[in-house]
T-cell receptor, first 112, second 113 residues
Framework: ETGVTQSPTHLIKTRGQQVTLRCSSQ?????VSWYQQALGQGPQFIFQ???????GRGNFPPRFSGLQFPNYSSELNVNALELDDSALYLC???????????FGPGTRLTVT | GNSVTQMEGPVTLSEEAFLTINCTYT??????LFWYVQYPGEGLQLLLK?????DKGSNKGFEATYRKETTSFHLEKGSVQVSDSAVYFC????????????FGQGTELSVKP
């Protein structure tokens, strides 16, 4: 069974740029959630995707957007990067009706 | 609103000491409760969970009991090892919110030989 994978591992961007982060869900999982974890803090829910549609969103501005593909993999896009967007971005997958989410290793984004 | 509060860290213990990490929650409804662990440089791993009052979750020697009357889910382990050094996160999810996890701020545990 393949776990959740994310790419890239690390990324450095300049303020104002755009970034795309990628996530492959665990085999058999059809739901993907994205979280932002600032240094020294707990993860904060960004949004969730199910059946290629956004299925719940946290308190993040519209410049945070996402996609889910037919194979359940997902992308997180962030436009107009700000310094405060520097964080570890975690992807988690789950199955319909389950309350257990399984996390990938994360992508460390640094905005300079 | 819904929230999770954990005891502040870092917590430093000697090997074989008893561990308690306090966690309390506020929720509108009946949440499922979780403990996740994050080792340095890694993502989060589900450690244990409980889905209703008085349930006890357990895994790898760690235990936590869902206490509805005190809205708590404290993590305990009888004898910690150096390999338990990590950051521990308490979290809740509500069924009517699509399984979105709400996390506490995390408690760093350091176990010395």
């Amino acid at each position: 069974e393949t776990g959740v994978t994310q790419s890239p591992t690390h990324l450095i961007k300049t303020r104002g740029q755009q970034v795309t982060l990628r996530c492959s869900s665990q085999s058999g999982h059809n739901t993907v959630s994205w979280y932002q974890q600032a240094l020294g803090q707990g993860p904060q829910f960004i949004f969730q995707y199910y059946r290629e549609e956004e299925n719940g969103r946290g308190n993040f501005p519209p410049r945070f957007s996402g996609l889910q593909f037919p194979n359940y993999s997902s992308e997180l896009n962030v436009n107009a990067l700000e310094l405060d967007d520097s964080a570890l971005y975690l992807c988690a997958s789950s199955t319909t009706g389950s309350d257990e989410q399984y996390f990938g290793p994360g992508t460390r984004l640094t905005v300079t | 609103g819904n929230s999770v509060t954990q005891m502040e860290g870092p917590v430093t213990l000697s090997e074989e000491a008893f561990l308690t990490i306090n966690c309390t929650y506020t929720a509108t409804g009946y949440p499922s409760l979780f403990w996740y662990v994050q080792y340095p440089g890694e993502g989060l791993q589900l450690l244990l969970k409980a889905t209703k009052a008085d349930d006890k979750g357990s895994n790898k020697g760690f235990e936590a009991t869902y206490r509805k009357e005190t809205t708590s889910f404290h993590l305990e382990k009888g004898s910690v090892q150096v390999s338990d050094s990590a950051v521990y996160f308490c979290a809740l999810s509500l069924y009517n919110q699509g399984g979105k996890l709400i996390f506490g701020q995390g408690t760093e545990l350091s176990v010395k030989p």
